[in-house]
Structures are given as C-alpha cells and as structure tokens.
Nanobody, 117 residues
C-alpha cells in the first residue's frame, strides 16, 4: 500500500500564487506517472498536470503557461506551482500516482484551493 498526501492548499486572491506538494510514502522509482487532478463543485474531476517517469510533462489547456508540475526524487515529492490564479481554478486538488510494477492507482485525500477576492 502506498500513501500520497497533499498539502499547500488555501485561499488566495486572483492573480496570486500557491504551491501544492504531494508526498509519496515510497520512492518515486517505478512510478509511471504522477499527476494533479482537480474537482470543482458540481463538476467532474479533471486532469490538471502530469509528469512521467522520464520527466515529460503535460498540462490541461486551461492551466498551460500558468501552472508548472515538477518532482524531487530525493524527497519522493511532486509539486504543482500555480501562478496567476483565477476564480475558476477554485477546486479540491488531488494527487494521483500510478505504479508501473502493479499498475495500481493511488489517490491522496485532496487539498482545497480557493481563489476569491
């Protein structure tokens, strides 16, 4: 069993920045992808950003150029730097990890991000 724990959410004004962290309970070696998803009230969960084991990244069109996903293998942690935040970025943000040995998917408990003036 692997645990992933998100942190760094909070409330921020439009145009502000936040950095989310996702700490895994084991090494990121043999992790196929780590990703951030979000779910706003009344909406489906959507992929925000993903980073693969070869460090390639992909972003949802709505956040491209504003959000950056990165990882620190030494700390077993993935980050999501969010800049130029908009009210429509308000959601619960979830960390997702896929193990390349078992192809099991793990989710964190989520962290709330609220963008409001």
């Amino acid at each position: 069993q692997v645990q992933v724990v998100e942190s760094g959410g909070g409330a921020v004004q439009p145009g502000g920045s936040l950095r989310l962290s996702c700490a895994a309970s084991r090494s990121l070696f043999n992790i196929y992808t780590m990703a951030w998803y979000r779910q706003a009230p009344g909406k489906q969960r959507e992929m925000v950003a993903v980073i693969a084991d070869d460090d390639t990244t992909n972003y949802a069109g709505s956040v491209k150029g504003r959000f950056t996903i990165s990882k620190d293998n030494a700390k077993n942690t993935v980050y999501l730097q969010m800049n130029s935040l908009k009210p429509e970025d308000t959601a619960v943000y979830y960390c997702n990890m896929i193990d390349s040995r078992t192809w099991l998917t793990y989710w964190g408990q989520g962290t709330q991000v609220t963008v409001s003036s």
